[in-house]
Nanobody
Framework: QVQLAESGGGLVQAGGSLRLSCAASGRTFSNYAMGWFRQAPGKEREFVAA????????HYADSVKGRFTISRDNAKNTGYLQMNSLKPEDTAVYYC?????????????????WGQGTQVTVSS
């Protein structure tokens, strides 16, 4: 499995922006498809964004479409989640995840490596 470590979380006012990073190590990052999930207090972990296995096409949850952008730089072994126009309801712990096999990118069970998470808090 690849090891993942998120960074870039923090406190931001509504309407602001943050860029989360996901640093990969231990295995060849380019061999893994990646995704981002989040978990708010008292709620289940939910899908945010992912790049597809074959062509790195981006897919987003409806709640973040048009505001968030997922990307990766294999040369730097790093994935990113650019978050713009943040809303208080985006407050959550954000996790990056990687999967070594094709699967349903929306389901967290499709991923076999997870980071420790980074807190994002959006104030109103």
């Amino acid at each position: 499995q690849v090891q993942l470590a998120e960074s870039g979380g923090g406190l931001v006012q509504a309407g602001g922006s943050l860029r989360l990073s996901c640093a990969a190590s231990g295995r060849t990052f380019s061999n893994y498809a990646m995704g981002w999930f989040r978990q708010a207090p008292g709620k289940e972990r939910e899908f945010v964004a992912a790049l597809t296995w074959s062509f790195n096409n981006p897919h987003y949850a409806d709640s973040v479409k048009g505001r968030f952008t997922i990307s990766r730089d294999n040369a730097k072994n790093t994935g990113y989640l650019q978050m713009n126009s943040l809303k208080p309801e985006d407050t959550a712990v954000y996790y990056c995840a990687a999967r070594s096999l094709p699967g349903d990118y929306v389901k967290d069970t499709s991923y076999d490596s997870w980071g420790q998470g980074t807190q994002v808090t959006v104030s109103s």
